[in-house]
Antibody, heavy 117, light 109 residues
Framework: QVQLVQSGAEVKKPGASVKVSCKASGYTFSKYGVSWVRQAPGQGLEWMGWINAYNGHAVYAQNLQGRVTMTTDTSTSAAYMELRGLRSDDAAIYYC??????????WGQGTLVTVSS | QTVVTQEPSLTVSPGGTVTLTCACNTGAVTSNYYPNWFQQKPGQAPRALIYSTTNKQSWTPARFSGSLLGGKAALTLSGVQPEDEAEYYCLLNYGGAWVFGGGTKLTVL
């Protein structure tokens, strides 16, 4: 069965970077893309970007350009999202989701990122 | 900036029918925006329901259906069950980038 398992919770100081991993299983990783979505406490969902797992081509949300980098490792079927220059409003649950042909179907369990001095 | 708008909240009686909509400030929503719909319950990750306007995921109950209605994407729940109480989000594609709606809190009362 398809599963996306994310790394554990992180606590970071303002200005630091965080890198969240998303390990996929149950399907051919390189045939799909991965979208990253975040949700601040009590707020809605925000799409952060998408990466093609086959060729590494990524598209980022405009408001995160320059601070976010998405990568994949097809040898381990893992996707990564790194966010730099953390601010208090980056505190959120970060999700990865499988994304192909405009179908966002399976989601990871989420990774809580806390930003606190 | 693209803004996707949903009803903030709706209430429906058990067994009733309710339609949630998803509009964008750039004009009518068409199938070219590949609307997706998700359900999220407190403390859980979102669960996919509908993709590309009308297509159900393999686990989506038959009472959920997607469509285009009056220039908006729509999610209709027919024969609502108590367990359908949740937040619902639409997702639209704009030339490779996705934008979420603000979500609709559906209360079953």
């Amino acid at each position: 069965q398809v599963q996306l398992v994310q790394s554990g919770a992180e606590v970071k100081k303002p200005g630091a970077s965080v890198k969240v991993s998303c390990k996929a299983s149950g399907y051919t990783f390189s045939k799909y893309g991965v979208s990253w979505v975040r949700q601040a406490p009590g707020q809605g969902l925000e799409w952060m970007g998408w990466i093609n797992a086959y060729n590494g081509h990524a598209v980022y949300a405009q408001n995160l350009q320059g601070r976010v980098t998405m990568t994949t490792d097809t040898s381990t079927s893992a996707a990564y999202m790194e966010l730099r220059g953390l601010r208090s409003d980056d505190a959120a649950i970060y999700y990865c989701a499988r994304d192909i042909d405009h179908d966002v179907d399976y989601w990871g369990q989420g990774t809580l990122v806390t930003v606190s001095s | 900036q693209t803004v996707v708008t949903q009803e903030p909240s709706l209430t429906v009686s058990p067994g009733g029918t309710v339609t949630l909509t998803c509009a964008c400030n750039t004009g009518a929503v068409t199938s070219n925006y590949y609307p997706n719909w998700f359900q999220q319950k407190p403390g859980q990750a979102p669960r996919a329901l509908i993709y590309s306007t009308t297509n159900k995921q393999s686990w989506t109950p038959a009472r959920f259906s997607g469509s285009l209605l009056g220039g908006k994407a729509a999610l209709t729940l027919s024969g609502v069950q108590p367990e359908d109480e949740a937040e619902y989000y639409c997702l639209l594609n704009y030339g490779g980038a996705w934008v979420f709606g603000g979500g609709t809190k559906l209360t079953v009362l």
